[in-house]
């Protein structure tokens, strides 16, 4: 654990909690896409299923399941509790077009040719692209909310942070990630949008 | 468990 990692992973934490805060609060999913939040939210779930089969330490396990708990909870107030308020018509990013090219890439592209190898590195992939929804409907509407881009803004600081902390972690421990490096890269750049 | 890889950032 490094000062970027730590605070990369808290930025991220932020974003979740501004977007989850900011939906309860104003009782209105307005402007956000519901198609991000699911994305993300299967993301969260392909990537942890490691919960189930290795311990790494109490924060990763407990941070695990707070990013899945407030992922689920997210698409829960947007689908369920607040749906009079959303957007669909203008949430109108055609998900397959991600979910499809990145399985195959996931399949193609691994450190290791097994199930859950597979859906994780289906979800680094799929995470660097999640967003590409809510960027579609805020080019769509225009504008976004204040609160969305603060949103947005912790969730690119987030990616920037663990770029740095992918350079801390190669130069003091020879730790290399290519897949995991690659995705982060891209994922940032969309974010600097 | 062995052999398997262990992604240890989330």
Redo the contacts between chains.
């Keep these: 654990m490094n000062v970027f ?1 730590l605070t990369g ?1 808290l930025s ?1 934490l932020a974003a979740i909690i501004i977007l989850l805060l900011k939906i309860w609060k104003t009782r209105s999913c307005a402007g956000i896409s519901g198609k991000s939040q699911i994305l993300f939210a299967l993301v969260f779930t392909t ?1 942890y299923l ?1 919960l189930l ?2 311990f ?1 330490s109490l924060y ?1 396990t407990s ?2 399941v707070i ?1 899945i708990g407030c992922s689920y909870a997210t698409v829960y107030l947007i689908y369920m509790k607040f749906r009079a308020t959303y957007d669909g018509n203008h949430d109108s990013f055609r998900v397959e077009f991600l979910v499809v090219p990145v399985g195959g890439l996931a399949v193609l592209i691994n ?2 040719f ?1 199930p ?2 597979i859906l ?1 590195t289906f979800s680094i992939y799929l995470e660097s692209v999640a967003i590409l929804p809510q960027l579609f409907m805020i080019s769509k509407t225009g504008e976004a909310e204040t609160i969305t881009t603060h949103y947005l803004f912790c969730l690119g600081l987030y990616r920037a942070l ?1 770029l740095f ?1 992918w350079i801390w972690r190669y130069y003091f421990e020879g730790f290399f990630d290519m897949i ?1 490096i690659v995705a982060g890269v891209v994922q940032t750049v969309l974010y600097c949008d | 468990a062995e052999g398997e890889l262990l992604h240890d950032e989330l």
């Design positions: 990692r992973d991220h990537r490691d089969t290795s790494i990763n941070m695990k990013y450190h290791d097994s859950l190898e994780w663990y902390n995991a």
